[in-house]
Each structure stands twice: as structure tokens, then as C-alpha cells.
């Protein structure tokens, strides 16, 4: 066992399987470790190699739970509320410890890991709010009848998550589908395990009954497939790429599965020549840079009206020179490694392409080296000017410290830019002139418009993308509805025997 220089958790991190409420290891014992993508000479965790019999057991276990009502789980919505708050403290008790693994696993600096850990206890605290006021409707037709609308659980759901936000991409999953009386099987990024695991070991802590929460870490390829296909599971809850994402759809289609996707986007950052200029640059840095542009809605496309162009860029470029790029465990750093190898080689990629197409390189393009970088997957904060929105640059999901800047002539170009992409999660809008930029926010296509911010995700919003962005929403009641079907149940009250409409069949 060491400690990780400046992290005071023992490595490896680990994380079983966990069905029914028990942790056990995979069939066969299998494992899979992970590395510190800030010094890939430490391993970070050893994971739990699921297999086919292994999700299917925790799948079948999570449908029992459902199935038998355990703890009377469906209905007794003051236990899931306990459960919800009790999570919730839980995580803030924890919080030191969950944000040095999630730190660790991601590669996340941790001033930006402390705080991921706050709201995943803020999400739990919301959701353990809405379990008891899960109201129906009612309505009495003029013979007496009744309609009641009642919300009921959609059953097993499969939560597949990905690797970039690894507690609170599993906590606004968990926690609406968990508020819903929803049964679950969650299947972890294999990059970030030991995050989903320490929040599931921490749930069990609770009142939670055995069966409701089951953990299946293993490949994408065999433990999510299977939860995809499984005819036990009622509903696959998926964040991940635009490509996988499409995979799930199309296969949960066989069962008429409910599918929420949260997938890739390409967010434009729409700046004209009114806005404030040191506001923008700053909340543009925020969201270029944050876990070092390893986020769906990273600012990837900075659109900036043609007249404050150079002047915003300047600083947008001496802002970005001054951030520390360096070891997550340090207080002071800005940006840590990206999270594996082979999202370095997509970087540097996106990186040589810029460069061949003759597109202006103003700050960054190299991967670090050096000074305690060689044994990490460090590339600088990088920004091409120049931009054409048509080329790759403009319309590729990157995930990583690569941003395009493309000028624009008026409001109309700006919004043909910003919409001229196959994604629409969010967007960014700057403008000291508010109904302009209210047209603009309505005109763009996505889930999400800042005005005069960037990457508030209040978890009283939404988060969810238009176009191939994805489909539903998280956060908010939004997010608990996605968890819930309404059924109607209808009373006669008229008494009668021999109803007016039967007569279409039976003639006495
Ligand atoms: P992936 O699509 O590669 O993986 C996401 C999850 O799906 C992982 O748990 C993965 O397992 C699993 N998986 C992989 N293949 C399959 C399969 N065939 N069937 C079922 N499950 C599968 O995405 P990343 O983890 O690389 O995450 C990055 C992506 O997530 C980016 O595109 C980003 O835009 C998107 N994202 C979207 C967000 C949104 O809210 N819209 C938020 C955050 C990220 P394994 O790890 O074992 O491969």
C-alpha cells in the first residue's frame, strides 16, 4: 500500500462488484487496474472485472428488489427521502476523501474536485426533497367517472456513466431514479471506478434496502451491452459519447426501452463587440479549461464579433498564459493531465491538424515535458484563431485543451456559426445589449444558453442537449420525470350495468 504523493488515501483504490448489498469480486476473479493519469507509474485502482454472469446477477437482483417492493421501497417515500438526505450528509462527511479519488481518477485538480464533490451532495439533498411530493392528478368527468393520473416508478434502470465528472454524472442519475422508487444496476466508466464505488459504499451506509443499488464495474462492451440489452431493465439512463450513444439507442429500440442520452457537444461561446470584454474572457477560460476541456460542455468554438476580435483574444491568450498546468494534488493548479493515453493521442491529433491546416496557433500545442510532466498525460492549454467552423476543428467533439476562434460579421452569421453543428447541449452568449442577447440565446439550438456566464448548472435547471446532443433532460424535476411513468386509473361512477358505449357490441 503507498500513499499518492499529496493525497492522503491509500492506493490502490478498489471497487467490487456490489449486488444485493454485497461486495464480492468478479467470476473468476478477475480484475482490471487503472492508472494515475498524473503519474502512470501508480496504479490508482484495481477494479473488478465483470463478466456477463456477473451484471446479469446484479441486474437480476436489482429486478427482485423491484419486483417484491422491497422495504416497501415503491411506496414508502419517507424511507427514500431518509435515504436521499442521509446520502447526502454522507457525502459532505466524506467529502476530503471522495474528492481525492475523484481527483486521482480523472486527473481533476483538486480546488476543481472539492467543489464536484459538494454538488453531488447538493443533488442528493434535492432529489431527497422532491421523493415525498411525487403528487398525481385527478380529474371527474360529468357522469361521475374518475381519471386518476398516478406517477409510478419505471422500474430497473441502468445508469452507464462516463469517466469526466464521475460523482456527479452517477448522482444525477442515482438520485432522481432512487427519489422515483426506481431500482438500479450502475455501470462506471472503467476510467473512474473507485468514484461510483466509494458513493455506492457510502449509500449503504443508509436505509437503503439490499437490491436497490448495484454496482457492475467491467468493459463497456460487456457489462453496459448487457445492461442495454437485458429484457429485465426497463430503461437505460446513458452519458458518453455521441457514438455509443447512438449504439444504446438503437439496440434499447428492440425492447422499446426508455433511453435518456447525454451526450457530446461543441458549444459555441458568442462574444459581440459590446460585451464586456474582462467578463467574458474570464468565464471563457472557466469553461475552456475546467478539467481541462474534458467536458460536454466545455467552451470549444469562442465566436467573436469581428469589431472586439483581436482585443478579446489578447486576453482571452495572457489569461490562458497564465495558468499552472501541474499535479492535481496541488492547491495552486489550474489544469491537470487529461485522463488516459488515448486521449492525449486525440488531443495532439486535433492539435497536428490545426497545424497542417494552416490555421493560426496563438497560444499552447504541445504536449508537456519535463519538470515532473513525463510520467502524465499533460498538453498545454491550446487555442487556434482562424478557425473555419466547416473544418474539423469547428465541428469535433475534442474533450481536451483545444479551442477554435472564428469571427463574425453580425447577429444572423453568429447564430448560422453557432447553430452550424450536429450538437446542441450549450451555448454562451456576450452582450451588454440584453434583448440581443435574449434573440441570440432563443435562436441558438441547445439545451442551455448562458447569458453574461458560463457553466452555472444549478441544480434547480436542466441539463440536456438538443440535437445530437442527446434526448430528455437531468437535474431539476426535469430529471425526476425522466425516472417515472404516469398511469391512468379510471373508476366508472356511474353504477350502471349496461353503459351507454356497450351498446356498440351487445344489443340487451
Ligand atoms: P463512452 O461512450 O466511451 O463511455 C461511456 C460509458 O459507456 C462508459 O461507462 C463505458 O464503459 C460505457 N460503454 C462503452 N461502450 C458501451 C456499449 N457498447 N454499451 C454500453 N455501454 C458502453 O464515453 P466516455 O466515457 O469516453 O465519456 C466521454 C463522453 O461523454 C464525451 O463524448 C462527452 O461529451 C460525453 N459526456 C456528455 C455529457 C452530457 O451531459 N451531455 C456529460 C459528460 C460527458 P467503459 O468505460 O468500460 O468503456
Known amino acids: 500500500m503507498t500513499t499518492s504523493e499529496g493525497y492522503s488515501i491509500k492506493l490502490p ?20 487496474t487503472r492508472e494515475n493519469p498524473a503519474d502512470t507509474r501508480q496504479v490508482a485502482t484495481v477494479a473488478a472485472q465483470g463478466s456477463l454472469e456477473d451484471v446479469q446477477s446484479a441486474i437480476d437482483a436489482s429486478r427482485t428488489a423491484f419486483d417484491s417492493n422491497t422495504g416497501n421501497w415503491i411506496y414508502n417515500y419517507k424511507l427514500r427521502e431518509q435515504v436521499l438526505f442521509r446520502t447526502a450528509q454522507l457525502i459532505r462527511e466524506n467529502a476530503q476523501r471522495l474528492a481525492q479519488v475523484v481527483s486521482l481518477e480523472v486527473g481533476m485538480p483538486i480546488r476543481q474536485a472539492t467543489p464536484h464533490v459538494a454538488v453531488a451532495a447538493d443533488i442528493f439533498e434535492f432529489y ?57 444496476v450502475i455501470k462506471p466508466a472503467s476510467y473512474t471506478p473507485a468514484a461510483a464505488y466509494e458513493l455506492v459504499k457510502l449509500m449503504h451506509q443508509t436505509a437503503i ?26 430503461k437505460i439512463s446513458f452519458t458518453g459519447e455521441t457514438g455509443t450513444g447512438k449504439d444504446i439507442a438503437a439496440r ?23 460585451a464586456d470584454v474582462e467578463a467574458a474572457a474570464r468565464a471563457a477560460i472557466f469553461g475552456m479549461f475546467r478539467n481541462a476541456g474534458q467536458a460536454c460542455g466545455a467552451t470549444t468554438r469562442l465566436l467573436v464579433q469581428e469589431g472586439i476580435h483581436q482585443r478579446f483574444l489578447n486576453r482571452v491568450v495572457e489569461l490562458t498564459r497564465k495558468l499552472e498546468v501541474g499535479a492535481p494534488t ?15 493521442r486525440v488531443v495532439q491529433d486535433f492539435i497536428k491538424y490545426g497545424l497542417d491546416t494552416g490555421f493560426d496557433l496563438v497560444t499552447g500545442g504541445h504536449k508537456l515535458r519535463g519538470n515532473g510532466f513525463d510520467n502524465g498525460y499533460y498538453v498545454e492549454p491550446t487555442i487556434f484563431d482562424g478557425v473555419d467552423n466547416a473544418s474539423k476543428l469547428g465541428q469535433e467533439e475534442i474533450f481536451g485543451p483545444v479551442v477554435a476562434v472564428t469571427s463574425f460579421k453580425d447577429e444572423n452569421e453568429a447564430v448560422e456559426l453557432a447553430n452550424a453543428v450536429d450538437f446542441g447541449l450549450v451555448a454562451g452568449v456576450w452582450s451588454s445589449n440584453y434583448p440581443r442577447a435574449m434573440r441570440v440565446a432563443r435562436r441558438i439550438r441547445a439545451g442551455t444558453v448562458w447569458i453574461w456566464d458560463n457553466y452555472a448548472q444549478p441544480v434547480e435547471g436542466i441539463w440536456g442537449g438538443y440535437k445530437q446532443s442527446g434526448i430528455g433532460r437531468e437535474l431539476g424535476y426535469y430529471g425526476l420525470e425522466d425516472f417515472m411513468e404516469v398511469k391512468q386509473i379510471f373508476t366508472d361512477g356511474t353504477g350502471l350495468a349496461m353503459k351507454p358505449s356497450y351498446g356498440q357490441v351487445i344489443k340487451e
Open 13 to 32: 483504490l478498489s471497487c467490487p462488484l456490489v449486488i444485493n448489498g454485497e461486495e464480492g469480486a468478479a467470476t473468476g476473479g478477475k480484475q482490471f
Open 128 to 184: 431527497g426533497g422532491l421523493a415525498g411530493k411525487l403528487y398525481g392528478e385527478s380529474f371527474t368527468l360529468p357522469n361521475g367517472s374518475m381519471i386518476n393520473l398516478v406517477k409510478e416508478p419505471i422500474g430497473v434502470v441502468g445508469l452507464i456513466t462516463p469517466w469526466n465528472f464521475p460523482l456527479t454524472q452517477t448522482a444525477r442519475k442515482l438520485a432522481p431514479a432512487l427519489a422515483a422508487g426506481c431500482t438500479v
Open 209 to 234: 434496502p439490499k437490491g436497490v443499488v448495484n454496482l457492475a464495474p467491467g468493459p463497456g462492451v460487456v457489462v453496459g451491452a448487457e445492461i442495454v440489452n437485458s429484457k429485465k431493465v426497463d
Open 252 to 274: 434499447a429500440a428492440r425492447e422499446v426501452k426508455r433511453v435518456s442520452l447525454e451526450l457530446g457537444g461543441k458549444a459555441p461561446y458568442v462574444i459581440f463587440d459590446d
Open 330 to 344: 496541488r492547491p495552486s493548479t489550474d489544469m491537470g493531465p487529461l485522463v488516459s493515453r488515448s486521449q492525449e
